[in-house]
Nanobody, 127 residues
């Protein structure tokens, strides 16, 4: 099993930036694609971004494309989400996820496409 721990969340004004990190431990050699999801109060968890095993391919939800950037450092077993031009509607708990079975990646992934999850980190964007 893989353990994921997110960090970097916080309170930021609209237009600001945050960088989220997700550190993986355990059976990291079995990780394939990784992703970020978010969940606002009263809403379902939704896909934000994903990255392939070696970082060659990235995928984004339409709502964040052009503002968010996902990256990974396999030597550090860490995936990042750089969030720029933040909006109040980006407010949510952000979750890191890892695939331990190789599956296709795309821009419409669901929670069922990932096998391991972190505990989440709160991002709040004030207007």
């Amino acid at each position: 099993q893989v353990q994921l721990v997110e960090s970097g969340g916080g309170l930021v004004q609209a237009g600001g930036s945050l960088r989220l990190s997700c550190a993986a431990s355990g059976r990291t050699a079995s990780m394939y694609g990784m992703g970020w999801f978010r969940q606002a109060p009263g809403k379902e968890r939704q896909f934000v971004a994903a990255i392939s095993s070696f970082g060659v391919s990235t995928y984004y939800a339409d709502s964040v494309r052009g503002r968010f950037t996902i990256s990974r450092d396999n030597a550090k077993n860490t995936v990042y989400l750089q969030m720029n031009s933040l909006k109040p509607e980006d407010t949510a708990v952000y979750y890191c996820a890892a695939q331990q079975i190789r599956r296709a990646l795309g821009s419409n992934l669901t929670t069922g496409d990932f096998d391991s999850w972190g505990q989440g980190t709160q991002v709040t964007v004030s207007s």
